[in-house]
């Protein structure tokens, strides 16, 4: 159907000015023939990012559970947590399980499941990011990142072309919101934790804090990484990632007296 648009362009160019119009009609056509195959190729790209995030995200997420010798029980409700939050039909969550089970497997080979997630990713870097989160997300399960599990989260950072500076900044904007959370019920430091997620000094001005805040949420915009491939079933993690976000800024907001 690479045609259709020549076809037409030339028909109707012909009856409106002659060869002339048909000749012009012709290039305007073979101009939207590209252009269609291009939103073809666009829509087949996304879903094949689709694909391999969902797969590699739970293959990869049962792998680096699985790195400290077992699985707890935290890290299986958090992997289940994961699938609850996505809504999944059985037949999704079915697959989600099997990836899991698979990457908890001796034989699983991470290298090659995180280069083909490389490969369809490109250079969507926010895809990537997301990718690392949501697997410090089921490696904090349990409350903690142990020696193992953060070797194996290293790897993998490194794998996707991410700094050990980015892999700790995507820490601490994690661990962060789960200690503003503890700190809030049990009085501590909120206010600390809320700074260590936004990743800014508590002496920052507030130009800076601000600037912080907006680079993290359009980071996480759902809106924008889903345009870019993450699969729809996981917008709620990351409608969560930029309701902590929120949070904290208007943690660190209130006690600035910020507008």
């Not at 991470?110 to 089921?138: H, K, N, P, S, Y």
Request: hydrophobic content about 40%; charged content about 30%; proline content about 2%.
């Amino acid at each position: 159907m690479n045609w259709i648009g020549k076809l037409l362009g030339a028909f109707f160019g012909y009856l409106a000015y002659g060869i002339i119009g048909a000749v012009i009609g012709l290039f305007i056509g073979h101009w939207f023939d590209k252009g269609l195959a291009h939103a073809r190729c666009g829509g087949a790209d996304r879903q094949r990012i689709h694909d391999v995030f969902f797969r590699a995200s739970f293959s990869v997420m049962g792998h680096v559970c699985k790195a400290d010798g077992r699985v707890s029980q935290a890290e299986i409700q958090a992997a289940e947590s994961v699938m609850a939050r996505m809504r999944l039909s059985e037949e999704q969550r079915r697959r989600a399980i099997e990836a899991f089970q698979a990457g908890k497997a001796p034989e699983f080979d991470l290298d090659a499941t995180l280069d083909e997630f490389i490969g369809v990713c490109r250079r969507r870097f926010d895809l990537l990011r997301m990718f690392l989160e949501i697997q410090l997300q089921g490696a904090m399960a349990d409350g903690q990142i142990d020696a193992a599990e953060r070797e194996i989260l290293l790897r993998i950072a490194r794998r996707l072309g991410i700094s050990e500076a980015d892999f700790q900044r995507l820490e601490a904007l994690l661990t962060g919101g789960y200690r503003r959370t503890h700190a809030r019920e049990t009085g501590a430091d909120e206010l600390g934790e809320a700074y260590r997620e936004l990743g800014v000094d508590p002496k920052a001005d507030d130009a800076e804090v601000k600037r912080a805040y907006r680079k993290l949420m359009s980071e996480h915009h759902p809106d924008k990484l889903v345009a870019r491939g993450l699969p729809e079933e996981m917008i709620e993690v990351a409608k969560e990632r930029t309701q902590d976000i929120q949070a904290a800024y208007e943690t660190v907001k209130r006690s600035r007296g910020m507008r």
